[in-house]
């Protein structure tokens, strides 16, 4: 997500959902506002989630690419994925995989080509040991999905949840914290792995995250032991709110003032998750005045950013594409932790467009198609919960925080883990109400 870089999210209806909600009420659930019940019972039922360790993540590695190489030990074993590699080839390694027209084409590391079939995603599987990817190896089989235009593939692992989830937390947080703040870190990335698992299953798609911060970081195989280690002590332990997989958004730094999901993403048909009440902005203390980000300033120019705006407004389809100048950006609604919900951005002509302030963010720091690059990183707009004074056609920003500061603040949790909370303390500040449930 925001994390050290962490979350960006999303968006539609859970088929399943109603039958989630009525059967998830035979899981044994800890309340995060009762702590001492046990957790040591078995998930019986649940529609639409696995309720054994065999649930697989399907993560998108590579997006859009035209040619691929892949080594492992013994060879590669080539197939198509229906298959599962019953069907398929072992190929000397390292392999080539080019897309030639609708055919894959695998010349091997003796020189021998193959052609495979476009029709149905190409499987890529190690013989011995794990797959790799340049200088990454990852934990399991790579399939390769043609793309909707026929003119690139995607390449995404299949891989075990408990597999992944150590590369996510060694992404997500710094190596020296605490074993407490990465079990926390672990119970929240399952969460949200599984809510996003079942809304992408819902909708056809072939890949259920993706490995950047869109998401969840996931740096494949290369995962401490301390991960490990927090993956293992809260294996199968995921947040639920009145009975449904709850959507654990967690970003790097709040700054003291958490944001809400519902002024931060979609609420309407398909988007109800982002109702829920444990993320949903309260005032609440949280000790991450530690962080880099806690405060920031930066002064850049208004013409600058409003080209970068028109860019924003252009690639979102938004109003704020004709914007020409910039008279002033205030807050207009504020959450109730006193984070600013909503912006009003004028022109020196008096005409305004309103934009949330995880979409001020964006368009602060926005390139896309504009051609504008990257603001450099002393001038990045870290979160949207800013102050903006704009004098002689220049904008002083004075920012809290990094992320858009939904759930649990990440600096926050190993701020309360120095401090001697538990990994469930921590979880009932960033999602109150919410509870643990054991799902394997």
Excluded at 40 to 59: A, K, N
Aim: proline share 4%; glycine share 10%; with cysteine.
């Amino acid at each position: 997500m925001d994390g050290r870089a962490p979350k960006s999210l999303n968006l539609s209806r859970f088929a399943w959902r109603r039958a989630v909600c009525a059967l998830l009420l035979t899981i044994p659930v800890m309340s995060l506002t009762s702590l001492e019940r046990p957790l040591d019972e078995d998930v019986e039922h649940l529609s639409g989630v696995s309720h054994t360790s065999d649930v697989v993540m399907r993560v998108r590695i590579v997006r859009d690419t035209m040619e691929m190489e892949f080594a492992a030990e013994g060879g590669l074993r080539v197939s198509d994925l229906r298959s599962m590699g019953r069907n398929g080839r072992t190929m000397a390694s390292p392999i080539r995989v080019r897309l030639a027209g609708s055919k894959f084409r695998v010349r091997g590391g003796d020189g021998r080509t193959r052609t495979f079939s476009t029709e149905d995603a190409l499987r890529v599987a190690p013989m011995r040991g794990q797959i790799r990817m340049g200088d990454a190896a990852f934990p399991g089989f790579m399939a390769l999905h043609l793309r909707d235009d026929g003119r690139g593939f995607d390449v995404i692992e299949h891989v075990p949840l408990e597999s992944y989830l150590p590369g996510v937390l060694s992404k997500e947080l710094y190596p020296g914290w605490s074993d407490t703040a990465y079990e926390a870190q672990a119970i929240a990335a399952r969460s949200y792995a599984m809510h996003e698992r079942e809304r992408r299953l819902s909708i056809g798609s072939s890949f259920d995250v993706e490995s950047t911060t869109q998401d969840q970081a996931y740096g494949g195989s290369d995962a401490s032991e301390k991960a490990r280690n927090a993956v293992r002590a809260t294996r199968g332990q995921i947040l639920t709110y009145q009975g449904a997989l709850l959507r654990a958004y967690y970003s790097s730094t709040c700054g003291g003032h958490p944001g809400s999901a519902r002024d931060t993403w979609p609420i309407g048909r398909g988007f109800e998750f982002n109702l829920a009440a444990p993320i949903q902005a309260v005032p609440r203390a949280c000790p991450c005045d530690f962080s880099p980000r806690y405060r920031w300033a930066t002064n850049r120019s208004t013409s600058e950013l409003a080209r970068r705006f028109r860019a924003f407004g252009a690639d979102q389809g938004m109003a704020i594409r004709s914007i020409r100048s910039i008279q002033s950006i205030k807050p207009e609604r504020m959450n109730a932790a006193q984070r600013p919900a909503r912006y009003r951005i004028m022109d020196a002509d008096g005409d305004s467009w309103r934009l949330s302030g995880e979409e001020l963010r964006l368009a602060l720091n926005h390139n896309g198609s504009s051609g504008l690059g990257r603001p450099d990183q002393q001038d990045m707009a870290w979160s949207g919960d800013v102050e903006i004074e704009i004098e002689s056609g220049r904008a002083s920003l004075q920012g809290r925080g990094f992320g858009h500061g939904v759930g649990m603040c990440q600096f926050g949790a190993e701020g309360l883990a120095r401090q001697g909370r538990t990994a469930h303390e921590i979880l009932a500040l960033y999602y109150p109400g919410a509870d643990i449930s054991t799902m394997y």
